[in-house]
């Protein structure tokens, strides 16, 4: 018994002792860590966060390997980042680096596409044992591709329903287990879960969407677990939960107007750079905006019916239905168009 009681007073120093560390983080920024010649596999990157996220890592001189279903945004992507190499190993980067504040060695550009639908799990393990033959052992892991069907549950096929479960959720396991394996052999890498708010709390009218986020973030805390179980302390993991974000996913998605100018749409640029600030410096979680940890934190504490006054409150119960309802006429003009 008095084990038990010293122990729970250890572990009640270490949680006392883990809150100040993080509190400290709010006031002393980490340093960023080097990814320079690292391999960086980045899923969805043809557009959209993915390929705002491979423009920042090639600005740290990461090598990139690029997976999107569409090639032609994915070469887009490609030269893009190749465009970053040269600017980074131009003669003027060089004598920047001699008279500046550091050093930067010879670097070759490297960037690698490849077309892979991530909802097929075949393809995914195909894939991924070609980038280990053609480029090496993967040191980050950016699962990033995501869907949304844009239907009413009653009104939305079951295959879209499939699909958005496959590509936002699953796709993450096979991702995973093709490339944790030399990872936890090697001590050594880095996951990273590009869900939603909408993993954390959810709306109306968009279920499968929801459902698919809630579970990779369930996937990612699991995992986390057994990677901190394992005592592999040099395999990092990151869990991006932005707001809703301005890259044409959810056009027309409006809370209350009068609120709105206090929550608008997040610029892509921004939510990167804050989601590359926490990759970079180890950080478990990053919520964008700040205010959806707390959020997050009521949806926890308050009762189902407060929760509901506040989403009504907010205009956030139904702001999903102008969104919905654009594509619906998208499609109705589609089908016109076609003689459907």
């Known amino acids: 018994m008095i084990n038990i009681l010293a122990e729970f007073f250890v572990v009640i120093l270490k949680v006392l002792w883990a809150i100040v560390m993080a509190g400290l983080k709010w006031f002393v920024r980490p340093k960023e860590k080097s990814v320079a010649g690292q391999v960086c596999v980045i899923t969805g990157a043809g557009g959209g966060l993915g390929r705002l996220f491979a423009k920042e890592f090639a600005r740290r001189r990461a090598i990139l390997v690029l997976w999107d279903i569409n090639k032609q945004s994915n070469e887009e992507t490609a030269e893009m980042v190749r465009q970053i190499y040269r600017e980074l190993d131009s003669p003027m980067s060089k004598d920047g680096a001699v008279s500046g504040v550091e050093e930067v060695p010879p670097f070759q550009p490297q960037v690698y596409t490849y077309v892979c639908d991530v909802g097929k799990r075949e393809n995914v393990y195909s894939t991924a044992e070609k980038v280990r033959r053609e480029v090496g052992e993967v040191?980050?892991?950016?699962?990033?591709?995501?869907?949304?069907?844009?239907?009413?549950?009653?009104?939305c096929p079951d295959e879209l329903i499939e699909r958005t479960m496959v590509v936002n959720c699953h796709a993450h396991f096979w991702t995973t287990k093709a490339f944790l394996p030399k990872m936890l052999e090697m001590n050594h890498g880095h996951i990273v879960t590009v869900a939603s708010s909408l993993g954390l709390f959810s709306t109306a009218g968009v279920e499968d969407y929801c459902a698919s986020k809630f579970g990779a973030i369930g996937f990612h805390e699991s995992l986390s677990h057994e990677i901190k179980a394992s005592e592999k302390?040099?395999?990092?993991?990151?869990?991006?939960?932005p707001y809703l974000v301005d890259t044409g996913m959810f056009r027309g998605c409006r809370i209350r107007k009068e609120i709105?100018?206090?929550?608008?749409?997040?610029?892509?640029?921004?939510?990167?750079k804050q989601a590359m600030r926490a990759i970079l410096t180890d950080q478990p979680m990053i919520c964008t905006p700040r205010i959806v940890y707390m959020v997050n934190f009521m949806k926890s504490i308050l009762p189902f019916e407060a929760i509901v006054c506040m989403y009504r409150f907010l205009g956030a119960d139904k702001c999903m239905y102008p969104f919905l309802a654009q594509r619906k006429e998208a499609m109705n003009n589609n089908e016109a168009k076609n003689g459907i």
């Open 139 to 155: 040191d980050l892991l950016i699962n990033n591709a995501g869907v949304v069907s844009g239907h009413h549950l009653l009104e």
């Open 233 to 241: 302390d040099g395999i990092k993991m990151t869990l991006v939960c």
């Open 260 to 272: 709105e100018p206090f929550l608008p749409p997040l610029r892509p640029e921004f939510c990167v």
